[in-house]
Structures are given as structure tokens and as C-alpha cells.
């Protein structure tokens, strides 16, 4: 049974009784509230699915070790690659909307029980045809572009739930907290990734992956957020895609983050320009270019520990500093003169790229209202990542005919437009 039935919201399609969450003013707890950085944390709800989220992200870049190795044996080919990429996050830019919408009609926790356990049917049966002994490229992207199909719903809704479990208050923290998670990912998926493709080769790397949602399902099972938290969701109401775009739109500072969001895609190209800048400009190995990467993280860990401690509500203001403070950075490292120059501004990226993301996320969550919030969500997602693609294919293209370095420095000039031709925007409302 579904809510599309008519049931009360409080109802589930779980039949186990699930303790609801209430938020911390519900309960009257005031050492509940924001005290610190990692103040999120004290809520139960929020640290399991904090511990499980990192698992979840691990799982996922290990699966994205062993399937980027597949296609490699299978074609041979660069661009096979970067269609496998392109194919997985082609949905989330053409669908967010309409996922949005139906998320602001469904419980976003069922929608989430839903989605991740579909990730663990999809890693699975990726599994089962690596076993067989014969899996094949089409193979991989069907399974891909499915994947993508799920994120397209999955990501709105793990936005929206870490809201519902921890309420406004706790937001921001919680909201940079998953920056974190997704750096951490980026430390130790890609490591037991290649241990476990040099040890048992890449079936169990997909193994992993399916199994590390069953981290996040069981807190899905076992914590349900109040009503209050949720807020009122109108199953009854066709679903309005496009209701939250033009809601977003008519909001300058909305308007102006997501912007912002879908012009700071090009600073996630990590496939892309990272490696022309570190192998045909400095002659770096596997290994500068792995240090590139891990500079980024240095930075991107601190900048997310910032955003945490910015307060409740973070500014429209913030959001404009640190998105020119990011421009500029990436024109750094355009201009880089050494390695020393390089690495400490990629450092800097990451940690102004992060706080600014991690920032205009939070204001955009805040300043909706939770009838349109799964919409406007989608919007954020068709931005970031879903833009990616996009952003690739123009940054590459203007890399391989002007240079690495006029690709980053272009890239900077871009994202510092953003925040000085947008300034009185993000300060509005």
C-alpha cells in the first residue's frame, strides 16, 4: 500500500513500528542545539545515517574503481569511458524536476527505502553478470544509465531527509557534514577500490558497493521523521514539475544560487582538467596527479568543518565572497608558476569550493518552503552534478585548444563572475 491511496502521512508502507525522530525543539532540548561543528551529530537519527552515508559513498567510488577498469578491458577507448560518465548523469539533469515533484508528494523517506534498495539490486545484478563470466558494454551502461535514473530521485530526497532529521536548526552543519562524507569517500573508496581489484579482481568491488546500502536502509527502517519535521506533503495534487523552478526563479537569491551551483560544475571536473593540467603542463606521474587530488580533500575538509560553524543560516553574502574567493583560486591554479604555487592553490579551492557549496545548499533548503522544497531540490540537482557533463565536454574542448591553464583560468574568471555579477542578488530576500 502507498500514500498515492490516500493514507494519513504518519502511515508507512512499513509495517514495523518506527520510532518517530522529533527535531530539537520538539523535545525542549536545548543542549540539542547548535553548539559546534559537529553538533549534527549529537542527534542518533542523524550519526547513523551519517556513518551509513559514509559507507554508501565508499561502496559507490570503489564500484566506480572496478567498472571504469571493466570498460577498459572490455573497449579500450577514453571516450567509452567518458560515455559511461556522461550516461550516468544524463537523468539527474533531465529529470530533477520532475523527480522534485514527485518527492514533494511522497514521503521522502519511502522514497528513499525505495531508491536504495534499488542501488542494491542494481550492484547486485552487476555483480551476478560479472560472475557469469561475460559481462559486456551495454551491459554496464544500461546499468549505469538506470543507476542514474534512481539518483535522480535519491539525491533530492538525502538532501531533504537530513533536514527532516535534524531540523533547520542543525541544517547547515549536517548539510556540511556531507561534504565531508563525500571527501571521505574520495580517501577510501578509491583505495579499497584497488586492493580489492588487485586481490579478487572487480566482482568484488561491486559486491561492496551493493552491500554498503544495507547500512543506510536499516536507519531508513528504524528512524522515521516526525510530521512537524516533514512537513504537509498533498498526495492528492497532480504533481507540478515545473513549480519549483519558477519558484526558485522569481527569488533572487534562490535564483542566484543555482546559478552558482550549475556554473560550479566545472570545478568537480576532476576527470577532465586535472589531469591535462597535472600530466601536459607540470609532466606530472600517477603520482602529482594523485597529490592533486588529495590537496583538494586537504582543503575541502576544513572548508566544510567552516561552513558547519557559520551559524544556523548561512548569508547570502557568504555565498558571494566565497564564490569570487573560488574564482580566484581556480585562476591560481591556471597561473600556477611551481608545484608549490599549484598545490597550495588547489588546497584553497577545496576549501572555499566546499564552504560555498555546502553554504548555498543550506540557504537554498532554508528559504523554500517544504511544499516546493523536493522541487526546487531537483533544480539543485539538475545544477550539481547534472551539469557536469555539459561543463566537461566545454572545459575539455577549450583545454585541448587553448591549454590547461586557459581552461582553469577561464574557469575562475566564470564561477568570480558568478559572485560580483550576482552580488546584490545572493543579499536579497
Not at 23 to 30: A, M
Not at 410 to 415: E, L, R, V
Given at each position: ?155 533530492p530526497a538525502r538532501q531533504i531527509y537530513v533536514q527532516e532529521l535534524v531540523g533547520p536548526d ?260
Amino acid at each position: 500500500m502507498t500514500d498515492t491511496e490516500g493514507l494519513p502521512l504518519d502511515e508507512s508502507c512499513i509495517t514495523a513500528p518506527v520510532p518517530v525522530v522529533p527535531r530539537p525543539q520538539e523535545r525542549g532540548d536545548s543542549a540539542a542545539l547548535p553548539s559546534g561543528p559537529l553538533a549534527a551529530l549529537g542527534q542518533p537519527p542523524f550519526r547513523w545515517w551519517f556513518i551509513g552515508q559514509v559507507m554508501s559513498a565508499s561502496g559507490l567510488m570503489t564500484q566506480m574503481v572496478a567498472t571504469s577498469w571493466l570498460v577498459l578491458q572490455i573497449t579500450g577507448s577514453g571516450l567509452a569511458l567518458a560515455l559511461l560518465s556522461g550516461i550516468a548523469l544524463l537523468p539527474v539533469m533531465v529529470l530533477g524536476l520532475w523527480a522534485g515533484s514527485v518527492i514533494d508528494h511522497r514521503e521522502t523517506r519511502t522514497v528513499l527505502l525505495v531508491t536504495q534498495s534499488v542501488f542494491t539490486a542494481l550492484s547486485l545484478l552487476l555483480f551476478a553478470l560479472i560472475e557469469a563470466g561475460g559481462v559486456r558494454y551495454w551491459e554496464i551502461l544500461v546499468i549505469s544509465a538506470a543507476t542514474g535514473l534512481v539518483n535522480a530521485f535519491d539525491m533530492p530526497a538525502r538532501q531533504i531527509y537530513v533536514q527532516e532529521l535534524v531540523g533547520p536548526d542543525l541544517l547547515a552543519g549536517a548539510v556540511s557534514l556531507y561534504e565531508v562524507i563525500l571527501n571521505l569517500s574520495r580517501i577510501f573508496g578509491p583505495a579499497l577500490g584497488g586492493a580489492l581489484l588487485a586481490a579478487s579482481g572487480p566482482a568484488a568491488c561491486i559486491l561492496v558497493n551493493g552491500l554498503s546500502f544495507l547500512a543506510p536502509l536499516a536507519v531508513l527502517v528504524r528512524f522515521r521523521p516526525s510530521v512537524a519535521a516533514a512537513g504537509v506533503k498533498h498526495h492528492h495534487e497532480r504533481p507540478k514539475a515545473l513549480e519549483g523552478l519558477r519558484y526558485a526563479w522569481k527569488r533572487p537569491a534562490l535564483r542566484a544560487c543555482l546559478v552558482l551551483a550549475a556554473g560550479s560544475s566545472v570545478i568537480f571536473n576532476f576527470a577532465v582538467l586535472l589531469p591535462l593540467i597535472a600530466q601536459r603542463v607540470f609532466h606530472m606521474g600517477g603520482g602529482g596527479y594523485g597529490a592533486l587530488m588529495a590537496s583538494f580533500g586537504i582543503g575541502a575538509l576544513p572548508g566544510a568543518l567552516l561552513a558547519a560553524r557559520a551559524g544556523r543560516q548561512p548569508t547570502g553574502q557568504q555565498v558571494r565572497v566565497l564564490a569570487t574567493l573560488s574564482g580566484v583560486g581556480l585562476c591560481l591554479i591556471g597561473l600556477a608558476p611551481d608545484l608549490v604555487v599549484l598545490y597550495a592553490a588547489m588546497a584553497f579551492v577545496g576549501m572555499c569550493s566546499i564552504w560555498m557549496i555546502a553554504a548555498a545548499n543550506t540557504l537554498v533548503q532554508l528559504r523554500t518552503g517544504p511544499q516546493l522544497r523536493g522541487r526546487v531540490m531537483g533544480a539543485w540537482s539538475m545544477a550539481l552534478p547534472g551539469m557536469v557533463p555539459i561543463t566537461s565536454l566545454a572545459s575539455g574542448a577549450l583545454a585541448d585548444l587553448a591549454g590547461a591553464r586557459v581552461a582553469y583560468a577561464a574557469a575562475g574568471a566564470m564561477i568570480a563572475a558568478i559572485g560580483l555579477g550576482l552580488w546584490r542578488s545572493f543579499a536579497a530576500d
